[in-house]
Structures are given as structure tokens and as C-alpha cells.
């Protein structure tokens, strides 16, 4: 499959973070040409650039993605109140079913607003992978581990079914297999230990929410006698493998740790402010120990939506908020969250995150002609603070189109909707 795409402003995002406005072949799953001249050649796609911007795909570092189902079920509730009475009693009654519905109906709303790779962290895994993979979005397929079990497997199958959920999904073009101990405070050092083995033993990605609450820190703090951070630290999880999901309550020493042992870091501020954990992750911090940062939404559950747009805007201005300084985080910092950031916390910088010849064809175009967007003194400004994921009109990952000026190409829209609707309306009852 080949596509052209004429005559657009191009965001590479590469590393001189190049604008330029020009031409893109795609031929296969590659960025082939990348040129301010015309590029005469034949193409199964043909797409008029006018009025447009194309830019990587955005990349979502943290997510769950069937909790679309419980989008706006149990808003504006105390986080322990929030689990125990909603999310959990839901939660024991999924199935492959219910899972697939919601999976779909979270990479219809990533696909609309310009998401092209995800690090899940949920139950049913294989269910959510067989969607993304016929779907066609790159993902990472964490594995949840919880040692009081999940709805799917008991506590004694877990640690084997994720050996072989692992070797399932090692070798996939789209999709890699991640291990996701859910917590440090639902996690017994001996799970930990084990994660850490099967992640080294196959080399792929951990995943874990970490030091998300002040609650949190000090409970582990009480029962380890040590801060989370310094926890994963004993057991070896602090690694080049690791993305540590939050971090709204970690310090400048627990940041040098992070910083020597290659460790990554996903921001949800949007979940975090929604919940109020109370915490800010030290993004600042964090960039200047050159500690590698991506952009999560969350679950839609505690966001609501899956927009990284949305969450890019609330990312610039929390921290400006935050610290009384209106430059403390610009707009081309926080892009690189959504795009390279994002693809360095996967590992994956030297495949996707910017527009580059020879890189996979992971890409979308924002429609410009739009009076929120106009004038367009500053492209990336308006990526941050005046655009939606609304704005998106085609995504293409892997160099196949998903959705082409607004019309979905691997999915059925109206289908989709009513199915999640249906599964909710059962899940709730």
C-alpha cells in the first residue's frame, strides 16, 4: 500500500524539530520521502495536504482502555469511594464481551483524535490486542497483576498466564506484550520479583501506577518501611524497562534514582486533577535529570475522554499554574511529551515519534481551516492550546489510513457505539 500526501505543512518533530511545507510518500509501513518539491509519483492514496497539518502520532503512555465503558459512572466521588462502590463492583463482572466493546469503542475515540500507539494496563489483555491488531493501532499490551487476582484469572493462575500471554504476543508487528504489576500497595514483593523476571527473561516493557497518591506513599511507606519508589528500587524494578504511571508524589532524591537507572515516566495530569490526588508530578524536575516523559490519559473512567489534545493543554497549564511561571513548561516541550517523549518511555524513538525517512508511517493530518485554529501565527501553540482532537481528520499507522478526512476504514462507527452502550447499560444494571 502506498500513499502521497501533496502540498502540507509538515511537524517531523524530528531532531531539529523541523517545519517545513511539502510532500510525503509512503510506500509499505515506511516514510519513504520526505521533500519541499513535488514528488511525481503513482499511489494507492492520494491526499490533498491544502489547509492541513501533519504531525506524528500521538502516543498514550498509560491507559485502560475498556474503562470507556464506565466513562461518567461515579463522577466527582473520593477516590477510595470511587473503587469500592463503582469501579471495583463493575469491574468483577467483565468478560472478553464486555472488554471488546469497550476496547473498540476506546480505539474509535483514539483514532478520531490522532492517537496511533497506546500502553494499556488492564484485564483480558488478549481480548484488547485481537481488536487492536484487526483495528490496526500500535499498541503495548500490559498484562495486569494484582494479588488478590482479577475477574479473569485467580491470584495462582496469574504469574503462569502471564508467561504465556507474553510469549502470544512477543513477536507481533503492531502489538508488544508488557508486564503491569498494578501497584507497590497490591503487589507482594514476591509478585514484583517475578514481573521483573519474565520481563527480563522475554525483554519487554513494566508498567505500574507509583507514588500516584499521597495515601499511597505513606501506606507502603508504613508497611515496607519505604516510599514506593525506593521499593522498586530494592526489588530491581527500577529499570531501563520500567514506565512508572503518575508520579504526583516523588522527590528530588527518589527523581536521581529514576534518573540512574534509565527508569521512565508517564504524566496523567488530567486524572490526577479529576481525582485530586493533590499531588503534582515534578515534571520540571524530571526534564532537567533527563528522565524520559510521555503523556497518559488514564482511563476514561477517571478523565473522561482519551484526547490527547485535552491532555496536553491541562499538562502546560497545570505546571504553569503550578509554579507561578508561564514559561516553566512551553508548548514544544509538552508536544515532544505526546510524540517523542512518548515513544522514548516505549522504547520505540528509533520507529515512531517523529515524521523521518525510514521511520514507520505512524502519522496524522489536522485539519486547519477551522476559526479556533485561525490565524496560525504558531503551529505548535495551537497544538497545545487551541486545538482538539476534533481537529484530526486523518490517522495513519503503519502506513495504513484508519480514518481518512473523517471516515473510519477499519471499523464500523454506528455499530460500535451501540454494542458499548448495550455492555455498559448490562455492566451497571
Known sequence: MSILIKNSTILTQNERRQQLH?????????????????????????????????LPGLINTHTHIPMTL????????????????????????????SVEAGTKLGLLEMIASGTTAFLDMYFFEDTIGEVAEKIGVRGFLGFALIDSGTPQYSADDLMPQCEQFVRRWKN??????AIAPHGVYTCSPETLKKSLEIADKYDVILHIHCSETRKEVYDVQKRYGERPVGHLKKYGLLCKKM?????????????????????????????????????????????????????????????????????????????????WDPIILPAQTVVDFATIGGAKCLGVEKEIGSIEEGKKADLIMIDLK?????????????LVYASRGSDVCTTIVNGKPLMLEGEFLTLNYDDILENAEKCAKELIS
Not at 470511587?82 to 469501579?87: A, G, K, Q, S, T
Not at 507481533?172 to 506484550?177: A, E, T
Request: proline residues 6%; hydrophobic residues 35%; contains cysteine.
Open 243 to 323: 514506565v512508572l504511571a503518575h508520579c504526583g508524589w516523588i522527590t528530588k532524591n527518589e527523581i536521581l534514582d529514576i534518573k540512574k537507572r534509565g527508569t521512565k515516566v508517564s504524566h496523567n495530569p488530567v486524572s490526577n486533577m479529576k481525582i485530586a490526588t493533590g499531588g503534582y508530578a515534578p515534571i520540571p524536575e524530571l526534564l532537567e535529570a533527563n528522565v524520559p516523559v510521555g503523556l497518559g490519559t488514564d482511563g476514561a473512567a477517571s478523565n473522561n475522554t482519551l484526547d490527547m489534545f485535552d491532555t496536553m493543554k491541562f499538562c502546560a497549564l497545570v505546571h504553569k499554574q503550578h509554579r
Open 172 to 177: 507481533k508487528d503492531l502489538l508488544q506484550p
Open 22 to 54: 511539502g510532500n510525503i510518500y509512503i510506500d509499505g509501513q515506511e516514510v519513504v520521502q520526505i521533500s519541499k518539491n513535488p514528488i511525481s509519483i503513482e499511489a494507492d492514496y492520494k491526499i490533498d495536504g491544502r489547509k492541513k497539518l501533519v
Open 370 to 382: 477551522k476559526p479556533h485554529l485561525t490565524p496560525q501565527h504558531d503551529l505548535i501553540s495551537h
Open 70 to 97: 464506565l466513562r461518567g459512572y461515579g463522577d466527582d466521588m473520593v477516590l477510595q469511594k470511587w473503587l469500592e462502590e463503582r469501579i471495583w463492583p463493575v469491574e468483577a463482572k467483565l468478560n472478553s464481551e
